[in-house]
């Protein structure tokens, strides 16, 4: 079994912009063709099933890097897209929060008639997944969203999450079904959750013995209680702070976007003139395409792509957002037509990137960058979730976010 972790998530309540989910859809389509273009559809799977890696795809896109919302706001996002051209790609997306979620198993087996799989398979194993999630895992939250993602080849990923409205919190749990050998016995890749709760686990390996025992366990308190598997976890504020990213790695792809390196890279000529904003967006983006799954441990560096709908680190800068989305379209389409140059080049921008991150601990900047770029957003026509930047009042506003939601300063 793949485990990628657990991920704490404050549960954020609220509409997301137009202006950001029609965006939202148009660069995550474009990420996960290239990954399809680069991988296959399998890999794509696979990082779906990474939790880690999922936070870090929506943060990239400028949903809020800690926020529960990101599930279905990213996945209604490729799932109103994808699901046009799944006769092309071969990905659909199923599911989505309430009645959404009820008629999965009536649309995998449309698809499954369709494509002539398994559907009773199919079928049972997406309500297997919800039925272990709200049931034999009890850790407190309810489950009020589930997706089932299928490729045309049988393989599938799904995700799930759940609620818990006293602590405010949200746990996701993910699924791919490569690593199912038993529904019974530790089907998950991964589940992000609040680390430090304690969890009744009735699927894990070690819980053989409780399984066996159930009815002693309705009648005293179990003996063994799982914790989750790797613990990382995402705080109950907004702000982006020093210990939640990996300063060598956003060094260095500042270090690319504003020293502007690039330029003596001849082989990456295609990338030469792109403003450091949309390449910095560039080299995030890149990374959720080619990078390994030991870079995406901390999601929120990941936010300082394209900037946050809630303000935090910074506004949305949507000159870059759309530069970089239209340059991943193009790598995508001119792929399609043998001409894999730009492809190739956003896969040498992420190589860059990483073996720039060899120069040594940086010096602590992040401030500094936090306060520049909401200086440019007051001055370019950034956005946030209440629409463009008001310079001198959008950020004082944003600045009560950690009191109004969490009775907590912004330095706690």
Same mark, same amino acid.
């Given at each position: 079994?793949?485990?990628?972790?657990?991920?704490?998530?404050?549960?954020?309540?609220?509409?997301?912009?137009?202006?950001?989910?029609?965006?939202?859809?148009?660069?995550?389509?474009?990420?996960?063709?290239?990954?399809?273009?680069?991988?296959?559809?399998?890999?794509?799977?696979?990082?779906?099933?990474?939790?880690?890696?999922?936070?870090?795809?929506?943060?990239?896109?400028?949903?809020?890097?800690?926020?529960?919302?990101?599930?279905?706001?990213?996945?209604?996002?490729?799932?109103?897209?994808?699901?046009?051209?799944?006769?092309?790609?071969?990905?659909?997306?199923? +599911?989505?929060? &309430?009645?959404?979620?009820?008629?999965?198993?009536?649309?995998?087996? $449309?698809? =499954? %008639? /369709? *494509?002539?799989?398994?559907?009773?398979?199919?079928?049972?194993?997406?309500?297997?997944?919800?039925?272990?999630?709200?049931?034999?895992?009890?850790?407190?939250?309810?489950?009020?969203?589930?997706?089932?993602?299928?490729?045309?080849?049988?393989?599938?990923?799904?995700?799930?999450?759940?609620?818990?409205?006293?602590?405010?919190?949200?746990?996701?749990?993910?699924?791919?079904?490569?690593?199912?050998?038993?529904?019974?016995?530790?089907?998950?890749? +991964?589940?992000? &959750?609040?680390?430090?709760?304690?969890?009744?686990?009735?699927?894990? $390996?070690? =819980? %053989? /013995? *409780?399984?066996?025992?159930?009815?002693?366990?309705?009648?005293?308190?179990?003996?063994?209680?799982?914790?989750?598997?790797?613990?990382?976890?995402?705080?109950?504020?907004?702000?982006?702070?020093?210990?939640?990213?990996?300063?060598?790695?956003?060094?260095?792809?500042?270090?690319?976007?504003?020293?502007?390196?690039?330029?003596?890279?001849?082989?990456?000529?295609?990338?030469?003139?792109?403003?450091?904003?949309?390449?910095?967006?560039?080299?995030?983006?890149?990374?959720?395409?080619?990078?390994?799954?030991?870079?995406?441990?901390?999601?929120?560096?990941?936010?300082?792509?394209?900037?946050?709908?809630?303000?935090?680190?910074?506004?949305?800068?949507?000159?870059?957002?759309?530069?970089?989305?239209?340059?991943?379209?193009?790598?995508?389409?001119?792929?399609?037509?043998?001409?894999?140059?730009?492809?190739?080049?956003?896969?040498?921008?992420?190589?860059?990137?990483?073996?720039?991150?060899?120069?040594?601990?940086?010096?602590?900047?992040?401030?500094?960058?936090?306060?520049?770029?909401?200086?440019?957003?007051?001055?370019?026509?950034?956005?946030?979730?209440?629409?463009?930047?008001?310079?001198?009042?959008?950020?004082?506003?944003?600045?009560?976010?950690?009191?109004?939601?969490?009775?907590?300063?912004?330095?706690?």
């Amino acid at each position: 079994m793949i485990s990628a972790g657990t991920i704490g998530m404050p549960l954020h309540f609220g509409k997301v912009p137009n202006f950001l989910s029609e965006r939202m859809g148009r660069m995550g389509d474009a990420i996960i063709e290239s990954i399809l273009d680069n991988y296959g559809k399998s890999e794509v799977l696979t990082r779906m099933s990474d939790p880690n890696w999922f936070q870090a795809f929506g943060a990239v896109t400028g949903m809020h890097w800690n926020s529960s919302g990101v599930t279905a706001v990213l996945l209604g996002a490729l799932k109103r897209r994808m699901n046009k051209k799944a006769h092309e790609t071969g990905l659909y997306i199923l +599911g989505g929060k &309430g009645k959404a979620g009820y008629s999965t198993e009536k649309h995998i087996g $449309r698809i =499954a %008639e /369709t *494509l002539s799989l398994p559907g009773p398979e199919l079928s049972k194993s997406s309500r297997l997944t919800k039925r272990v999630d709200n049931n034999a895992v009890q850790d407190g939250f309810d489950l009020y969203q589930s997706y089932f993602i299928l490729s045309d080849e049988g393989e599938w990923a799904a995700m799930t999450q759940g609620m818990n409205k006293k602590t405010r919190r949200a746990r996701r749990y993910h699924w791919h079904s490569p690593t199912v050998r038993s529904f019974g016995s530790e089907p998950h890749s +991964g589940i992000m &959750g609040l680390e430090d709760q304690k969890v009744l686990n009735l699927v894990d $390996r070690e =819980a %053989e /013995t *409780l399984r066996n025992n159930m009815v002693e366990l309705t009648q005293e308190k179990p003996a063994e209680i799982v914790k989750a598997i790797r613990g990382s976890d995402l705080p109950d504020r907004h702000d982006v702070r020093k210990e939640d990213i990996n300063m060598s790695r956003l060094a260095s792809v500042l270090d690319l976007a504003y020293n502007r390196d690039i330029e003596n890279f001849e082989e990456l000529v295609d990338l030469h003139g792109v403003g450091p904003r949309t390449l910095k967006a560039l080299a995030m983006a890149s990374e959720v395409i080619h990078g390994d799954a030991t870079r995406f441990d901390d999601p929120a560096r990941f936010s300082f792509a394209v900037g946050g709908k809630d303000g935090r680190p910074h506004p949305i800068d949507t000159k870059a957002y759309d530069e970089t989305v239209e340059m991943l379209q193009a790598s995508v389409d001119k792929s399609r037509m043998g001409d894999r140059d730009k492809s190739s080049a956003l896969k040498r921008l992420h190589k860059m990137a990483v073996n720039g991150e060899t120069k040594g601990s940086p010096i602590d900047f992040l401030q500094d960058l936090i306060d520049q770029e909401w200086n440019h957003a007051e001055s370019s026509d950034g956005k946030t979730f209440m629409g463009n930047v008001v310079k001198g009042l959008t950020r004082k506003i944003m600045d009560t976010q950690n009191p109004v939601l969490y009775g907590k300063k912004d330095n706690d």
